[in-house]
C-alpha cells in the first residue's frame, strides 16, 4: 500500500493542499462560521487551530484554486477577497512585556507592508486601528483579523498574579480596537485554549460569538469516527498491516489510544488529531500529543486548588463553570477540561451538571506520569520500572506477584509524603494503576455504587476494592454485597475479585485475597 504525505508539524492549508498531504475536510464548518462576525474557539493546545486559522484566512483571501474538491467548493459562490489580518500570539517564548513587544511590532510591520499603510504611532493598538481602517478605505472591503492561541502569553504565567496583570493589561490595549472598528470588520476570529474574561481581555467586545461548546461545531477541530471511517481508512488498514492486526482491530487500538474527546453535550467522538495523524505516519500507536508538552502549569494549578486526583474520572461540573473566567476561577476542573486533560463523558441537562472524565489511555498515562513526583514519589524512575513489572505479572494473570511489588515500592515512599490517611493510600494506589492504562484497561464505575478500581487484560478482569486498617476479606465482601461483578458478567474473560487492606502503620499494604468468581 502506497504510503500518504501526513502534515507533521505543518499547520498551514496552503502549504497542505499544494503539497498533496492527507486533509480531513473542515471546510464545510469554514463557510458556516464565516457567516458570522465576532466568533471565539477555545480547544486544546495541537488540536487544529491554527490550521483551522489558516484555513480562514485563505478563504476571505479568495484562493478559491486550494479548495478544489472540497466540501466548499459546492457551497461558495462568490470568493470575494478581503484584506486579512493574521496574529499569532503564540510566537513570544520569554513571557516578558518585551518579547511581546517585538512579536507584535513584527506582525503589525509586515502587513503595514504588505498593504501600504503607513505606520503613524508606536503604539501598537493605534497601528492595529490604522491596518484595519485603512486596508478597509484602501480595498473597499472590510478587513479580516484573525488571532490564533490568544492566550498563549497568559498561560505563561498563570500562576504569578503581577505578571498576569501587566500581560493581560498589555494585551487588552492591543486587542480594544477590535470593538472600535466594528464599522470596518468584516470577520474576526479569536482562537485559544482557555477564556480569561471578555473585560478584562477584550474591553467591550460582548458580542463575541463562543462557539466552542456548541454541538454542530463539535468537530470544528480534531478528527471525528465519522471522518476516519470515510477518509482516512486506507491509512487505518496501513497501520493493521503493520501490526498483524485486522482492520477493525487497528480501529480499536487507535479509539482507545486517542479517541474520547467530546466538547459539547451531544458532542461527535473526537481522536486528538496531533497524536492520530503521527501514530498513522509512524504506523505505530505511542504517546505523541502528551510528550510534545508537559502540563507544568496545570500540575501547579492542581497542587495549589488541591485537588483529589481520584475524582479525575468521576468529576462534575456546572454548565456555568464552563464560562467562568480563568483568572478568577475558583475550581480547576474547567481549565482541565479546556487544556485537554479531562472532557465531557454525559450530561444531565435538569441540573446542567456534566460528567467529566480522562478521554482515553494516552491521557491517562502521560498525566498520571507527570503527577507521580507530586502524588507519590521523587523517584519517578523507580515508580515507572514498579508499574512495568507489575504489568508484565497480569499479563501472565498473576496478580499476586503484581501486589507483592507493590507493597514493596508503598514501603519504600518517602515518610514526608504521606499522611496515613486512606485517601493518601488510594491516592498511590489510583496514580500506578492508572499509569498502567498504557498497557491495560482500567475504569472506575457502577450503578449500585463506586468501585475503587477494575482492570481489564487481555484474558482477565479484576474488580478491586481497597480498605484501611480494617481486612482483606472485609473488602472482598463488599464487592459482593455491592453486586460490583454483575456489569461484567456477560463478559468472556476470567472475572476475579481482589480485596487490599492497607495499614497506616506500615504504611503499606497488609494483606490481600484474590478469588475467582
Known sequence: METRRYPIGIQTFSEIITGNYVYVDKTKYIYDIAKLKYVFLS???RFGKSLLTTTLESYFLG????FKGLAIDSLETEWQVYPVLHFDMSWAKLGTIEDISSMLNFQLAKYEEKYGIQKTSDN???RLTTLITGCATKFGKNTVVLIDEYDAQLLNVIDEPDKLKNIRNFMRSFFAPLKACDAYLRFVFITGITKFSQVSIFSELNNLKNISMMSKYSAICGISQSEIENQLMDDVK???????????????????????????SKSEDIYNPFSLINALSDLEVNSYWFSSGTPTFLVKLMKKFGI???????????????DAPTEGMTSILPILYQSGYITIKGYNRATELYQLGMPNKEVAFGLMNAL????????TQTTSSTMAKMY?????????????????FMAAV??????????????????????????????????????????????????????????ADAAVAQIDTKDYLIPYTLDNRKVKKVGINFSSKTRTLDGWVIENC
Open 63 to 66: 484562493q478559491k484554486e486550494l
Open 43 to 45: 480547544r486544546p493546545r
Open 238 to 264: 496501513a497501520l493493521a498491516e503493520e501490526e498483524d492486526v485486522t482492520a477493525d482491530e487497528a480501529l480499536e487500538m487507535l479509539k482507545r489510544q486517542y479517541d474520547g474527546y467530546h466538547f459539547s
Open 308 to 322: 483529589d486526583i481520584r475524582i479525575l474520572d468521576n468529576a462534575e461540573a456546572l454548565s456555568s463553570e464552563f
Open 372 to 379: 507521580i513526583p507530586y502524588y507519590v514519589s521523587p523517584d
Open 124 to 126: 501598537f493598538g493605534i
Open 392 to 408: 508484565d505479572d497480569l499479563r501472565h494473570d498473576n496478580m499476586d506477584s503484581a501486589l507483592n511489588r507493590l507493597k514493596a
Open 414 to 471: 518517602p515518610y514526608e509524603l504521606e499522611n496515613k490517611t486512606e485517601k493518601h493510600f488510594q491516592t498511590i494506589i489510583y496514580v500506578i494503576f492508572k499509569m498502567m492504562t498504557k498497557y491495560v484497561d482500567v475504569e472506575i464505575s457502577t450503578a449500585t455504587g463506586r468501585i475503587d478500581m477494575v482492570l481489564k487484560t487481555n484474558t482477565c478482569i479484576y474488580v478491586m476494592e481497597f480498605k484501611l486498617d480494617k481486612s
